[in-house]
């Protein structure tokens, strides 16, 4: 089976940044497709983008979530000699990202630098020794070399709080197969889905809310917004699911329904439709119990805005890193999920 048009959406989608708090380049895309579908949707206080399919019973609605912020870093200071020290945004480490470019999204501009571990030609009387023998590398040990003079990056709206990511000629995204290798599959492979999904569903019986939720890297803020004010019969988050040993999940084109994570156990009676949509759309799927991990939905779940809750995912190996996905995982949670909106 061809996946090229999913790899292409993503590739595009990928190409976005969206570090949390900071996603006006992902929104300014997401409304462009959205708008080219047709479909009604609209930016929301908490910076959700939220696209509407209305159902034949207007008095009853579920959401499907899929967050569009990504992992990063926030700058902490500026030094005088330009350099950058910075902090994780969400869960970043800095040995997932090695030396390398990364953009810095200042207010007036984009700069672009290098994030850097020191060298590695010392002795013990500099602390990138340790790095070598017995100590990984750390945030309050790297720092970002700009080359710039503070002037310059004032002049960029580079400050305190300012975001960094990968820099975008890192993150194109590579093909293997049927398989998708790039940075920040988490979460775009997932808004890929919501758009597939966007184009899909005509008319289901109840009305579908198509979020693409803010802020989920840093405590799913922007999904509690948005479930703390509509009323939901069902809420499922799109995610990516950890491959590794300790979880009961095979890698390939198999999607995952989690049954528990880190913030609790899903609906069971959810899980049950959603594995009866899989068999009536003659898709696969499995389920996994796993921890230090949680979605839109179970964070919602465990604070009471929604009764029933579920994620379903994609297996992806180096998540929070530089991941891979089967592309047919991805296209087989649209398959699922249509074919649960159009059963209710």
Same mark, same amino acid.
């Given at each position: 089976?061809?996946?090229?048009?999913? =790899?292409?959406?993503?590739?595009?989608?990928?190409?976005?940044?969206?570090?949390?708090?900071?996603?006006?380049?992902?929104?300014?895309?997401?409304?462009?497709?959205?708008?080219?579908?047709?479909?009604?949707?609209?930016?929301?206080?908490?910076?959700?983008?939220?696209?509407?399919?209305?159902?034949?019973?207007?008095?009853?609605?579920?959401?499907?979530?899929?967050?569009?912020?990504?992992?990063?870093?926030?700058?902490?200071?500026?030094?005088?000699?330009?350099?950058?020290?910075?902090?994780?945004?969400?869960?970043? *480490?800095?040995?997932?990202?090695?030396?390398?470019?990364?953009?810095?999204?200042?207010?007036?501009?984009?700069?672009?630098?290098?994030?850097? =571990?020191? !060298?590695?030609?010392?002795?013990?009387?500099?602390?990138?020794?340790?790095?070598?023998?017995?100590?990984?590398?750390?945030?309050?040990?790297?720092?970002?070399?700009?080359?710039?003079?503070?002037?310059?990056?004032?002049?960029?709206?580079?400050?305190?709080?300012?975001?960094?990511?990968?820099?975008?000629?890192?993150?194109?995204? *590579?093909?293997?197969?049927?398989?998708?290798?790039?940075?920040?599959?988490?979460?775009?492979?997932?808004?890929?889905?919501?758009?597939?999904?966007?184009?899909?569903?005509?008319?289901?019986?109840?009305?579908?809310?198509?979020?693409?939720?803010?802020?989920?890297?840093?405590?799913?803020?922007?999904?509690?917004?948005?479930?703390?004010?509509?009323?939901?019969?069902?809420?499922?988050?799109?995610?990516?699911?950890?491959?590794? !040993?300790?979880?009961?999940?095979?890698?390939?084109?198999?999607?995952?329904?989690?049954?528990?994570?880190?913030?609790?156990?899903?609906?069971?009676?959810?899980?049950?439709?959603?594995?009866?949509?899989?068999?009536?759309?003659?898709?696969?799927?499995?389920?996994?119990?796993?921890?230090?991990?949680? !979605?839109?939905?179970?964070?919602?779940?465990? =604070?009471?805005?929604?009764?029933?809750?579920?994620?379903?995912? =994609?297996?992806?190996?180096?998540?929070?890193?530089?991941?891979?996905?089967?592309?047919?995982?991805?296209?087989?949670?649209?398959?699922?999920?249509?074919?649960?909106?159009?059963?209710?």
């Amino acid at each position: 089976m061809s996946y090229e048009p999913l =790899f292409s959406q993503i590739a595009d989608l990928v190409l976005c940044h969206s570090p949390s708090g900071a996603e006006a380049e992902i929104n300014q895309r997401l409304i462009t497709l959205f708008s080219a579908l047709n479909v009604e949707h609209w930016q929301d206080e908490a910076d959700n983008l939220i696209a509407q399919i209305p159902g034949r019973d207007p008095n009853r609605a579920i959401a499907i979530t899929a967050h569009k912020d990504e992992i990063g870093m926030l700058v902490k200071t500026i030094y005088a000699d330009g350099r950058l020290s910075v902090r994780k945004l969400g869960g970043a *480490f800095p040995w997932v990202y090695g030396e390398g470019v990364v953009d810095v999204l200042g207010d007036q501009a984009v700069l672009s630098g290098i994030l850097s =571990f020191g !060298s590695r030609h010392v002795s013990h009387e500099s602390p990138q020794k340790a790095q070598q023998e017995t100590q990984s590398v750390t945030w309050e040990t790297a720092w970002i070399e700009t080359k710039r003079t503070p002037a310059e990056l004032a002049e960029a709206g580079i400050r305190a709080g300012s975001r960094v990511v990968v820099g975008k000629h890192r993150k194109a995204p *590579f093909r293997m197969g049927d398989y998708i290798a790039s940075y920040t599959l988490d979460n775009k492979a997932s808004l890929a889905i919501l758009l597939d999904l966007a184009a899909r569903l005509k008319e289901p019986p109840v009305t579908v809310y198509l979020v693409a939720s803010a802020k989920e890297e840093v405590g799913a803020l922007g999904a509690l917004y948005f479930t703390q004010r509509q009323r939901l019969e069902a809420l499922i988050a799109l995610e990516i699911c950890p491959l590794s !040993s300790e979880y009961a999940i095979q890698s390939g084109d198999v999607p995952v329904l989690l049954s528990q994570d880190g913030y609790g156990i899903y609906d069971e009676g959810l899980n049950h439709e959603l594995r009866l949509a899989a068999t009536h759309a003659r898709a696969p799927i499995q389920q996994a119990v796993i921890s230090g991990f949680g !979605s839109d939905a179970s964070i919602a779940m465990k =604070f009471g805005h929604v009764a029933r809750a579920a994620c379903l995912g =994609f297996p992806t190996h180096n998540t929070h890193g530089y991941e891979i996905a089967h592309l047919g995982a991805i296209a087989h949670c649209t398959d699922i999920l249509e074919r649960y909106c159009n059963d209710l």
